[in-house]
Structures are given as C-alpha cells and as structure tokens.
C-alpha cells in the first residue's frame, strides 16, 4: 500500500513539474508556461535579443508565438481597442475593428468567409499591480447569432515597464484543440509580473 501511496505521489509530482514551471523569461517578465513546451521557451530566453524576437509556444503540436514590447501603457495591444482613462475602461473603435478584419483577410484568403459574418466584441480587462491584463474576443456569427469563429487579443502591460502581445489568427468553434490552446495562452497572460 504505502508503495503505491509513493508511486502515485511522485506521477503527481513529475506530470505537475511537467506542465507548471516558471520562467523569467528574459530577465524581463516571468509567467507559469503550463502546458507549453517549457525547454523551447527556456532556450528563446537564453537568446542574446530575446527581447526583439518572438517568444516560442508549443502545445499538443499546435505552434505559435507571441512578442515583448517596451510600449506598456493602457492603449497598447489591438489597434481597435480604445481606453477611457476617466472610467478606466476599455471599448472598441467601429472603423478600426472593420481595418483590422480587413487586414485578417488580406493575411490569408482562407479567412475570407469572416467578412460575411457579424463580429461581436468582448473585452475584459484584469487590472494588475501597475497594468493588466486585456482580452478581447471577436466573435463572429452567422444571421442566426450562431459563434462560428474567434479571434483572441491578450496583451499584458505593466506600465512604464514591459508588455507582452498575442494575437490568434481566426479560429472555428469547431477546431476544439485551437480553442483550448488559445485559452491556455491566456492563462499564461494571467500569471504574468514583471521581474527586472
């Protein structure tokens, strides 16, 4: 009994070392890399410009990245996102969020059919120390207000220190492992601090 006690204490052990290590990631933000691929983001970070190149996340085969930025203030991260300082809020501009689906479709012809669509926008914004964290969802629906894609902008700012920006490309509710990779890219936003 106790040997097995100790077996599965220590599975526990190596599967939550595995999937929750910190990182300061070049000596400039440190954050929990859950279940990305720790030893890839490691060896970003030991680059000599880790700070103008991006930063390396893997998860379940899925790849993509993110980048650092000196520009940490409210009104960084998505062009279309607005900030009212009076209320310490965030809202969208129109016109900027129709650029910005245009800029998408002109990236890739695949994403084409999103201009069809009603995009929603949902914005939340987790203050932290002297910044936050800013996601924002567009969600685009059909006539029938049925979600059909997504797409995710994180950005963390610690004002007049760093930022960290993330953008997906427009992903289909029905591409489940692109949903859950997106979600733990924001938990990786969410457990983010400056360190330097």
């Known amino acids: 009994?106790?040997?097995?006690?100790?077996?599965?204490?220590?599975?526990?052990?190596?599967?939550?070392?595995?999937?929750?290590?910190?990182?300061?990631?070049?000596?400039?933000?440190?954050?929990?890399?859950?279940?990305?691929?720790?030893?890839a983001i490691m060896q970003a970070s030991s680059d000599s410009e880790c700070r103008d190149k991006p930063v390396p996340i893997q998860s379940k085969g899925i790849k993509d990245t993110f980048i650092l930025t000196s520009e940490a203030n409210p009104t960084g991260g998505a062009s279309y996102l607005t900030w009212d300082e009076s209320t310490k809020t965030y809202g969208y501009d129109k016109d900027e969020l129709k650029s910005t689906i245009h800029d998408i479709v002109k990236q890739s012809g695949n994403d084409k059919y999103i201009e069809t669509l009603n995009p929603?926008?949902?914005?939340k914004f987790t203050p932290?120390?002297?910044?936050?964290?800013?996601?924002?969802?567009?969600?685009?629906?059909d006539k029938n207000n049925k979600p059909i894609s997504i797409v995710r902008d994180i950005y963390f700012y610690s004002q007049d220190n760093y930022a960290a920006v993330y953008s997906s490309t427009p992903i289909k509710y029905t591409q489940k492992n692109k949903i859950s990779f997106i979600d733990e890219v924001e938990s990786l936003f969410e457990s983010m601090d400056i360190n330097w």
């Open 1 to 39: 009994m106790k040997i097995k006690t100790l077996a599965t204490i220590l599975a526990i052990g190596v599967v939550s070392s595995t999937y929750a290590k910190n990182i300061d990631y070049c000596k400039t933000i440190e954050f929990d890399t859950g279940g990305f691929n720790y030893s």
């Open 120 to 123: 929603i926008v949902k914005i």
């Open 128 to 141: 932290k120390d002297n910044g936050g964290v800013v996601v924002s969802d567009v969600i685009f629906e």
